[in-house]
């Protein structure tokens, strides 16, 4: 009867031993006498404790840092890039079975496909056009580690390293570009100024009051000012009346006689040359 009980107490012990709990994230990849047995989990699992073994594996999503890699783009520049990449395990038996440790063998193969992808492109691409650089990033990976069983949900380019020789020559394109956008919009706008002034110009033309008016107006923003010397030009406009004059009493001299002989000059000068004196 002690015999009985002792074989049943160890018969327990061992049963209750050879239990496992598995989260609900969690699968339990066992392997009987050196063979694979199946994926076990979640919850309360029994695994002989003899001649077997069970190795747990994550199902959650793994955000995993890829450190800078020194990268010479296809343009010749030599740059630091680092990245992360977010991958999840798909198929426990692939992931314990096909491959000794797949963290560590996917960071490296996210390095290797990191440096030659950039290879491949110039830094203009690289720093204009992340979005598709990450998606060829995503694909050759995901590709490369499904028969591991890993997906790959996502790979994203984090920072890039310029070196300072770099960032000034970028710099000074970039004010350079500033400059030139500057220029094109100062030179719209004189066009557009112009084609304002000109319809301005012909309004005031067909109204010689308004001239005088914007000439007033010039004055009074000319007086605002504290300046110690102002220079007032004189409109034209208030010369006419005289120019006119002048030409009309020339004109005069000028026309015949009413009996047809002209008018003598008194100004005319004698045949040596010496003026007339009365």
């Known amino acids: ?23 609900q994230y969690e699968r339990g990849v066992t392997f009987f006498l050196g063979k ?9 699992v029994f695994i002989p404790t003899l001649f077997s073994k069970m190795e747990r594996v994550s199902l959650r999503i793994v955000a995993m840092d890829i450190p800078p890699q ?5 343009d010749n520049v030599s740059i630091k890039v680092n990245a992360v990449l977010y991958m999840r395990v798909k198929n426990p038996d692939l992931a314990v079975i096909q491959i000794e440790n797949y963290l560590f063998d996917t960071s ?15 830094l ?22 499904e028969p591991w069983g890993i997906e790959v949900s996502a790979v994203e380019v984090k920072d890039v390293d310029l070196p300072p020789e770099m960032k000034r020559a970028m ?5 350079s570009e500033r400059e030139r956008r500057a220029k094109v919009i100062a030179a719209e706008g004189e066009y557009q100024a112009s084609g304002k002034l000109a319809d301005a110009a012909r309004v005031i033309s067909t109204q010689p009051a308004a001239l005088q008016l914007r000439y007033l107006q010039t004055l009074v923003e000319i007086a605002t000012e504290n300046n110690s010397t102002t220079v007032f030009p004189i409109p034209i406009d208030l010369l006419t009346p005289f120019i006119e004059g002048a030409r009309a009493l020339a004109a005069s001299r000028q ?5 047809g ?4 000059d008194t100004t005319a000068a004698t045949p040596s040359g010496v003026e007339q004196r009365r």
């Not at 020194?70 to 296809?74: A, G, H, M, Q, Y």
């Not at 490296?108 to 110039?122: D, K, N, P, Y």
């Not at 002989?261 to 003598?264: R, V």
């Open 70 to 74: 020194d990268v010479i783009t296809r």
């Open 261 to 264: 002989t002209p008018i003598p």
């Open 1 to 23: 009867m002690e015999a009985l009980l002792t074989a049943l107490a160890v018969v327990v012990t061992y049963a209750f031993s050879s239990l496992r709990v598995l989260k």
């Open 124 to 145: 203009d691409e690289l720093l204009a056009d992340r979005e598709k650089i990450n998606g060829i990033l995503k694909q050759i990976v995901d590709q490369r580690t």
């Open 108 to 122: 490296q193969l996210a390095q290797t496909t990191l440096r030659s992808v950039l290879g491949e492109v110039e």
């Open 255 to 259: 026309l015949p006689s009413a009996t």
């Open 36 to 44: 694979y047995w199946g994926t076990k989990g979640p919850g309360l």
């Open 171 to 175: 710099a000074r394109q970039a004010e």
